[in-house]
């Protein structure tokens, strides 16, 4: 009964749960009850992708109407891996949000943010299994929304600003994407991605399927961040709560990337995309940029959430370029960083929370003498960092390491000297850090000590986990690949 | 799957614990010595029982993880890289006696964190020297470039931050931008990164590529301080004058040429490498590299530079070697690892004991102070000919091999560079002794004694070492052979 179900109750246990936390107001009570939420949704998150692994794709009719007409849930290989990625770091972050958001927040915002989070993650995961394509939209403006209340709850008032920012950039994405899949309804008469995907081949020569493809990708380019649409980016991440933090970067972009490639892919498929269109060329070019400006740009920063908000920018960079090449190596490299990138920048971002517990900043200068006051903390930092440089034994290496094979092979061989000169750049921002942290003396003045366990548990189960994908990589490879190969291929 | 020899991971892991028991240790200088030097005489142990089998013609390996289908994480110990282990090893212990006097007379800071990067460096090169693919050597490279910076920067003075800065850029930037680049196009075109005697790049791509790579390789692996690559050697001189011995004059450079012998022996394969037309670019770059920094080098008043420069030249010949890829220029090059390890590491024990005793770092200061520190001279003088190659000194030795190279691929021209450099190295070392024993002690020297004892030991049992290399060459010699001469 239950394990029939999974794919409605991925979206339903936190989209329910939102409103009843609210009903229980004390936020004592609506920390331990978001955190069995996120753990259900988790157990839930694994169950499917177990069940998709087993049984192939499963399409689950929405209140019993069965597609085209009802609303279809569809999990493959492809959703089932984001959406494990999705809800585990939910669980992670959401047990580390006790401590965090009681120190952040007054006791009156603590309840609100915590129902904020839980309808993001609904959102999030609703955008993932979804089979419809104006679905996508609902869940997105769910997530987005909430996302824009997590942001504003930042205690500096430069969240506010980075909040409107943020909201006029993500409203205008978002209603690109609707535009995009109302053209698409006109012409084919049909929301269901199935069925578009049977049905646009027919119409696909048509000023209508182009227009309406330019305002999908767009829009979702706005969403994912690729340069030069990331402008909301850096400040929602430098001034929203620390939890928020961890939990949008490393879940929203890779959920509108998933989204990207489900259109593009799936719903477009890859002759179209690719060939009629030249989307491949434009992300590369796009790719390019983004992997050198905004980590370039990073190594200025002396706000250290904002510096890895930039690095952020550029390894979406690194997905898209992936994703560019449109073969199977190509997207299951841009799929493995996907992956890895959200362990290694949430277990950053988690870190940094640590930080800011501790001495309420994370200017550069907070991080004088951090190598020996918080010594758990700074390494969290630094092995996360290594892994966004790509050294070996890191989850960051392997996800480089496919990327630089799949440019060789198709002949792409200047890209590989991009994604090394971008490796380069992450190891000089993240060089300014450690020469902070370990050579420079702590102030007296303020006594630092390590941060809580409450803190360093979620964070370093994070960090750790990026060591371990980087040396143990039959999970992450295996899916990858399936899951590439699904998108590619398509539901025809 | 080959049996896992448990011995490999074992020796790796020997400094590494020692390095948890130092920071554990702490502050009790005594306790935490002992944990250095007895660890450093086990490893020796280790590596002599694992030797053993070397000779025997085993080849022994063990397998970690394989985080990519194909690319595991392995060791795999041939006779050349015995070798260098053994070189690393066997000078880890006499380094540790020296630098508990060394760091103890000059009253040194942080002294706990320079005991524990010490013997994690000695794991990334003993790991280096084990390695058994490029990949696995990559890893390791990295982690001794890394595990070494703060070692460079001990003194904390923006000098030595400066001098740390260029170390991590010139070392970084090379093998990111260049080894790296090679490794990949390597994987790409020959689907693996095993050493193989032969190559593995032999009769995969056109010269040109292949060269291209060749290029790669030589620049990219920046610790080999191939001109215009070699700033940061003399950079890392501002570290305590043991790092500067046993990781500046024998780990890191050496990891480096330890590196260019394995591509050249095992990945590119000596019989491509010799119809390649990058190899004579690379021959006139090294030519160059070893007569322009024994130039340099005697213009150098700070004696450390010197050494410093001297070493560049000298880690040319060996690059060379590995560039001639005859077999005697191979033997050669593989012999110069031990020779000009064990001659330098002399010269750098000296230069220490000098700085202790005298707080002497200039050459120009030290007029008649070999009378007052005798030994310390002596020392110096052994190491200094054995560099220049004279016999009865084991340096000779690696020059003939390397000299003999040259003949067989019939290039009189680096011949005659051979030739002209030893010259030049008489011009920039022996100075030194004679200034020291022949010159006018200045009347504030005469109270200067000999160095501590510690530093003494170590620096007799090098020279002795040197001394004995001329007489009983041959098991090093056979492991040179070994990896040359299947």
Known sequence: MISANLPALQVIIPLLAAPLAFLLRKPRLVWPFALLTTVLTLL????????????????????????????????????????????????????????????????????????AYLLCLAGLLGIVVTGDAFNVFVFLEVSSLS???????????????????????????????????????????????????QRLPEVAETRTIYSAFAFVTVGVCLKLALFPLHGWLPNAYAYAPSVATAFVASTATKVAIYVLLRFVLTIFGVTFSFNTMPLGQILMVLAILAILIPSTVAIYQTNIK??????????????????????????????????????????????????????GSVQLDAFRGLGKTMPWTMAAIVVGGLGLVGVPLTAGFISKWYLVMAALEQGYWPLAVVVLAGSLLAAVYLWKLVEMAYFQQPDNATEVREAPLALLLPTWLVIASTIYFGINTDLTIGVATLAAETLIEGVR | MMEQHLLLPLIVALPLLAAVLIRIIGDRPNPREAVTLITAAILLGLLGLLAGDIYRGEQPSFTFAEPVPGLPIRFHVEPLGMLFALVAGSLWLVTSIYA???????????????????????????????SGNLFTLFVFYEVLTLSTYPLVTHAGTPEAKRAGRVYLGILLGTSIGFFLFAILWTWFLAGTLEFRPGGVLAGTGDSILLSAILLLFFFGIGKA????????????????TPVSALLHAVAVVKAGVFSLLKISLYIIGPETLMTLPGRQI????????????????????????????????????????????????LIGGSMHIVMHAFA?????????????????SEISQLDGLGRRMPLTFIAFTVGALSIIGLPPFGGMWSKWYLALGTLEAGELILLATLMVSSLLNIAYLLPIPLRAFLGKTAEEDRHIGEAPLPCLIAMGVTSLACLLLFFFPQPWYQLASMAVLP
């Open chain 1, 44 to 115: 839930v998150s694994i169950g499917l992708l177990q069940q998709v692994l087993d049984q192939g794709v499963i399409s689950y009719a929405m209140g019993g109407w069965s597609p085209p007409w009802g609303i279809e849930y569809r999990v493959d290989s492809a959703n089932a891996f984001v959406a494990l990625i999705v809800s585990a770091m939910g669980a992670i972050v959401m047990f580390y949000a006790g401590t965090s958001i009681r120190h952040e927040l007054p006791e009156h915002k603590q309840t609100l943010f915590h129902v």
């Open chain 2, 100 to 130: 508990i006097g060394y760091m103890r007379g000059h009253h040194e800071q942080n002294q706990t964190r320079f005991f524990m990067c010490f013997a994690i460096a000695i794991a990334a090169t003993l790991a280096v020297s084990f």
């Open chain 2, 225 to 240: 301080a191939l001109m215009p690559f070699h700033r940061w050697l003399p950079a890392a001189m501002v570290a305590p």
């Open chain 1, 306 to 359: 904002r510096l890895f908000a930039y690095s952020s920018v550029g390894q979406v960079g690194y997905i898209i370029l992936g994703i560019s090449f449109g073969t199977v190596l190509g997207v299951s490299a841009g799929l493995l960083h996907i992956f890895n990138h959200a362990l290694m920048k949430g277990g950053i971002f988690l870190a940094l929370g640590c930080l800011y517990y501790r001495t």
């Open chain 2, 344 to 360: 330098k590491i002399t010269l750098f024990f000296a230069a220490g004991a000098i700085l202790v005793a005298a707080h002497k």
């Open chain 1, 147 to 197: 996302t824009y209340i997590m942001v504003s709850l930042g205690a500096n008032r430069r969240a506010l600003t980075a909040t409107f920012q943020y909201l006029i950039m993500g409203t205008l994405g978002a209603t690109f994407i609707l535009i995009g899949v109302g053209l698409m309804y006109v012409m084919t008469g049909t929301l269901n991605m199935v069925d578009l995907a």
């Open chain 2, 282 to 329: 690379l021959l006139i770059v090294v030519a160059v590299s070893i007569l322009l920094a024994s130039l340099i080098a005697m213009r150098q008043d700070n004696l450390k530079k010197r050494l410093a420069y001297s070493t560049i030249s000298q880690l040319g010949y060996i690059t060379l070697g590995a560039l001639l890829a005859t077999s005697a220029g």
